[in-house]
T-cell receptor, first 111, second 113 residues
Framework: DVKVTQSSRYLVKRTGEKVFLECVQD?????MFWYRQDPGLGLRLIYF???????EKGDIPEGYSVSREKKERFSLILESASTNQTSMYLC??????????FGPGTRLTVL | AQSVTQLGSHVSVSEGALVLLRCNYS??????LFWYVQYPNQGLQLLLK??????LVKGINGFEAEFKKSETSFHLTKPSAVMSVAAECFC???????????FGAGTRLFVKA
């Protein structure tokens, strides 16, 4: 069974903290994605990666960075967390079929 | 450029009634189209997808969708709604062979007794 795991289900951080969200997939997928999900806005793409050490900006990259040192792992970094980054963060991966497989999400609250 | 519009942020149906969730897309190239479902506190999972084969696509749990190029639509249907926890359904579009998928805003489906 395909599996995408995220390091935390719930996270509470303070304004200005550096935040790391980790995502691991076990399907040997080339492509990995980070989205944020907000009510009424659907999913918005932050960054994606189509290969190790490769990254591309999505629609809302400001305030975020990513790292992909290994094929199975894709990290999202909030350099200095702000309250407007309070959201649900979803990681996904895909192979040649275009179908994306999602992790359970991390609900981040920034106080 | 691609976009997706889902008509109705909330849909409520009675148990046993037809479920219809509407999705219209815009794409400058032949699209792949998807419906995903999200249950509370979970990630999204694929319900079905269209990839230029049959225009009527059958998915899991009795859901199906029909690709209508002339109407640029990909509406999701289920003949008979079943009581379950409320779920949110997302329509999505990607360009054939592309990396990026564009998601609609989502429609929350409620099935009442």
């Amino acid at each position: 069974d395909v599996k995408v795991t995220q390091s935390s289900r719930y996270l509470v951080k303070r304004t200005g903290e550096k935040v790391f969200l980790e995502c691991v997939q076990d399907m040997d997928h080339e492509n990995m994605f980070w989205y944020r999900q907000d009510p009424g806005l659907g999913l918005r793409l932050i960054y994606f990666s189509y290969d190790v050490k490769m990254k591309e900006k999505g629609d809302i990259p400001e305030g975020y960075s990513v790292s992909r040192e290994k094929k199975e792992r894709f990290s999202l970094i909030l350099e200095s967390a702000s309250t407007n980054q309070t959201s649900m963060y979803l990681c996904a991966s895909s192979g040649v079929s275009d179908t994306q497989y999602f992790g359970p999400g991390t609900r981040l609250t920034v106080l | 450029a691609q976009s997706v519009t889902q008509l109705g942020s909330h849909v409520s149906v009675s148990e046993g009634a037809l479920v219809l969730l509407r999705c219209n897309y815009s794409s400058s190239v032949p699209p792949y189209l998807f419906w995903y479902v999200q249950y509370p506190n979970q990630g999204l999972q694929l319900l079905l997808k269209y990839t230029s084969a049959a225009t009527l696509v059958k998915g899991i749990n009795g859901f199906e969708a029909e690709f209508k190029k002339s109407e640029t639509s990909f509406h999701l249907t289920k003949p008979s709604a079943v009581m379950s926890v409320a779920a949110e359904c997302f329509c999505a579009v990607s360009a054939t062979g592309g990396f990026k998928t564009i998601f609609g805003a989502g429609t929350r489906l409620f099935v009442k007794a």
